[in-house]
């Protein structure tokens, strides 16, 4: 319901797992420990929410399904190392042992139209990201696919697709059930995510905040993150763009967008249909993603890629970020 969309986005923490079944897009209560000590888990939880509230804030940009913002998820820096280790391997820096580039117009997994620049990640060459949706969201490691930069020039575009596994691909990692896609830079027009099924939300559908979301207004804000009006309709298909408004998320250094593609039967959830916007003339987006898989998954690239040698590394950058 609306309440429970508010406290997930406003007043319960980071640690989106917990309140939300990746599989089936409802609330789950929490377990073991925390069932039986709620306080604790809610003094737990109000610490890592006040550890971040001047720098990270989660927004709840649609409800169901369920799309989700995530203010100052990467910082500038960590931005610009993700951004480096793509570099390193275009430029030949790397001793060819690093991120593995792919050019093409298409890509796998998907009949959509590409045009763009992907590099998969070692594990290991991007920490930060890592240690943030594992301590942060909650997701086990080895549940995680291969880290992915993508560089999108002007006039490059990703047309609409799903973000789900084919069925012939489903015995490594099952279905993916989650997506999480970072802004590594601010792009002041197009580039946007846009779903062209769902409507933006607007402050009077938000209107009487949770109880003990009294900060509401300041932090239940849509501008700058939301382009175009509400949609006129939804579920509705159409072969001309132009003549519909869609739910788009801005692209914005640091900023994360997670969403949900599959159902609980790991059926696609058709409601996630989204593009990648043409970028802009003198314009440039540059994003890192991961998917979720609902089961251990098995790295493909780059050769000998593992989450488990990158498990040390996510530790002690866990350590250093104050989050174990």
């Given at each position: 319901d609306i309440e429970h969309a508010l406290q997930v986005a406003n007043v319960i923490p980071l640690r989106l797992q917990t309140h939300f079944d990746l599989h089936g897009h409802e609330r789950r209560s929490m377990d073991g420990a925390q069932q039986s000590n709620p306080r604790a888990a809610a003094s737990s939880a109000n610490s890592?929410?006040?550890?971040?509230?001047?720098?990270?804030?989660?927004?709840m940009m649609h409800q169901s399904p369920p799309v989700l913002v995530i203010e100052n998820f990467l910082t500038p820096?960590?931005?610009?190392?993700?951004?480096?280790?793509?570099?390193?391997?275009?430029?030949?820096?790397?001793?060819?042992?690093?991120?593995?580039?792919?050019?093409s117009a298409t890509f796998a997994m998907s009949q959509s139209t590409r045009t763009s620049t992907s590099w998969f990640a070692h594990f290991y060459q991007v920490p930060q990201l890592v240690a943030k949706i594992h301590y942060l969201l909650g997701i086990p490691l080895e549940h995680m696919e291969?880290?992915?930069?993508?560089?999108?020039?002007?006039?490059?575009?990703f047309s609409w697709h799903y973000d789900e596994v084919p069925a012939a691909q489903l015995a490594n990692g099952g279905q993916r059930v989650a997506t999480i896609l970072v802004y590594l830079n601010t792009v002041e027009e197009g580039g946007g995510t846009?779903?062209?099924?769902?409507?933006?939300?607007?402050?009077?559908?938000?209107?009487?905040?949770?109880?003990?979301?009294?900060?509401?207004?300041?932090e239940c804000t849509f501008d700058n993150v939301i382009t175009g009006p509400r949609a006129s309709s939804t579920g509705s298909s159409t072969n001309n763009d132009q003549d519909q408004d869609f739910l788009t998320v801005q692209p914005k250094q640091g900023r994360a967008c997670i969403f949900f593609p599959a159902l609980a039967d790991g059926k696609p959830d058709d409601r996630t249909l989204h593009k990648g916007e043409v970028v802009?003339?003198?314009?440039?987006?540059?994003?890192?993603?991961?998917?979720?898989?609902?089961?251990?998954?098995?790295?493909?690239?780059?050769?000998?890629?593992?989450?488990?040698?990158?498990?040390?590394?996510?530790?002690?950058?866990?350590?250093?970020?104050?989050?174990?």
């Open positions: 890592i929410r006040n550890m971040y509230r001047d720098s990270m804030e989660i927004k820096q960590e931005c610009q190392e993700i951004e480096a280790v793509a570099m390193a391997a275009e430029n030949g820096h790397d001793g060819g042992s690093g991120a593995v580039q792919v050019e291969e880290p992915q930069i993508v560089r999108y020039k002007t006039g490059q575009e846009v779903f062209r099924d769902l409507r933006a939300p607007t402050k009077s559908e938000f209107a009487a905040p949770a109880a003990g979301c009294d900060d509401f207004e300041e802009a003339e003198n314009q440039e987006k540059r994003i890192v993603q991961m998917w979720i898989h609902e089961n251990p998954y098995a790295p493909v690239l780059p050769p000998g890629n593992s989450q488990m040698a990158a498990r040390e590394l996510v530790g002690e950058m866990g350590h250093e970020l104050g989050f174990v």
